[in-house]
């Protein structure tokens, strides 16, 4: 993905950088995965539809504006000592020191630092529904391993309408594992709000920027508005509140215009509500198709779980119908209605064009033999296809190339589960 996202970068003219680029569809595909991978961090974790909508919402603008930054700092080395353009190969070896960077230094404490967010969100929405029974009290790990400034703070207990959980509400760090309880208050008296205040400064006085004093749980955010890929004016400003009116009181310059291009990308998708899984559709994913992809994917992601985002179509049509955020690559979904062998060899060559998983959707009866010939046939001389899953009767099987061009390849009910 960040190679895809390079070769954009590589392909742009001019000699400033352009934040507009972060709507390619490589450098989305870039940010979708990276979001992924953070909303993987609470897939398990119960919370209401509404919490989890808001928590992948700010994956999606963190994952946004740590791309603009990759990108940004990418650009100068597109040129060599002498002012002239790189090769490509030369390029993108230059950058992997960015990559390995961003992609798995920073991300393994952000990785965390969500996964801890999301774990508090959903505990605080779970306190909210208890109003002021109970009072919260901060707890840390009790071990070798806790900071100093945490241990601190360890049994604070306040009510959960003290200003105190506004700025202290964990987590208070990268890699922060402390937590918060609720606990009864005749059994633990609460702590002087003054003296919790002043302990929770100590405990922040390494966050000289004051980057985690937020509430996950009370703003909706695994990451606060202002963060390494932001600036302190992210905290007053009103974009981040969802007041995108107000765009013409935005300072001129790139980090800004790059949120703005960020948070219009994510707002260009409509969710489609799933028990399980998640199905996102772009507003530029074409008509054509739209009501049979949207079917496909929203059986996928009751019946698996699965993530997805039905794409914008590109301007020759040729790209998949969707990102499986959740398997990490592209599908192209077709739908089968007539009992032909014609018919499925042309649904196959034609999505193997866009992607080389393609799931299919038998709306006919069409016998499994002919079913099995067709698959066999098309497969056998589409090199890059690696997977073909079918779809029948809200039943599915997925067989990989090597199944498929086996000569004991059979398709049998009992396949479908």
């Known amino acids: 993905m960040f190679e895809g996202m390079m070769q954009s970068l590589y392909k742009e003219d001019g000699s400033q950088f352009r934040v507009e680029l972060i709507a390619n569809p490589a450098v989305q595909d870039f940010i979708n995965t990276h979001a992924s991978i953070l909303d993987s961090t ?3 974790v119960e919370m209401s539809d509404l919490m989890r909508r808001r928590l992948t919402g700010s994956n999606y603008i963190f994952s946004g504006m740590k791309a603009f930054h990759e990108l940004n700092e990418a650009f100068p080395s597109l040129l060599d000592e002498n002012g002239n353009r790189k090769s490509f190969e030369r390029f993108l070896n230059d950058v992997q020191t960015i990559d390995k960077t961003y992609n798995s230094n920073y991300l393994r404490a952000e990785y965390n630092f969500v996964a801890g967010s999301a774990e508090m969100a959903a505990r605080w929405e779970s306190f909210m529904e208890d109003g002021d029974r109970y009072n919260l009290q901060y707890r840390t790990q009790r071990d070798d391993k806790v900071r100093p400034e945490h241990a601190a703070l360890d049994r604070v207990t306040l009510p959960p309408t003290d200003s105190f959980w506004e700025e202290f509400y964990p987590p208070n760090g990268w890699n922060c594992r402390c937590t918060v309880t609720q606990v009864r208050k005749s059994k633990f008296p609460a702590t002087d709000h003054d ?9 922040l006085q390494r966050d000289k920027k004051g980057m985690f004093r937020f509430n996950p ?10 963060n390494p890929y932001t600036t302190s004016k992210c905290r007053s400003c009103n974009v981040p509140k969802g007041k995108l009116n107000l765009v013409a009181n935005i300072p001129n310059n790139n980090l800004c215009a790059g949120c703005l291009v960020v948070r219009a990308m994510d707002a260009s998708y409509s969710i489609v509500p799933d028990t399980n899984g998640k199905v996102r559709i772009s507003n530029k994913h074409g008509k054509p198709e739209k009501k049979e ?5 929203s059986y996928l992601a009751k019946k698996h779980g699965w993530s997805i985002d039905l794409l914008p179509k590109d301007d020759k049509g040729k790209n998949a119908d ?4 959740t398997l990490g690559y592209k599908q192209e979904y077709k739908v089968n209605g007539t009992e032909s062998v014609t018919s499925i060899d042309n649904l196959i060559r034609k999505g193997a064009k866009q992607a080389d998983s393609i799931v299919l959707r038998i709306d006919s009866d069409i016998s499994f033999g002919d079913l099995r010939d067709a698959l066999s046939s098309r497969v056998l001389r589409c090199k890059k296809l690696r997977e073909v899953m079918l779809v029948r009767n809200n039943l599915d099987v997925t067989f990989s190339r090597e199944d498929i061009i086996s000569p004991y390849f059979k398709i049998q009910p009992e396949d479908f589960k």
């Open 42 to 44: 609470f897939e398990k």
């Open 195 to 203: 003296e919790a205040m002043r302990l929770g400064d100590e405990a």
């Open 217 to 226: 749980g009370k703003e909706g955010k695994t990451v606060p508005d202002y």
């Open 293 to 297: 992809n949207v079917s496909v994917a």
């Open 322 to 325: 969707s990102f499986n955020k």
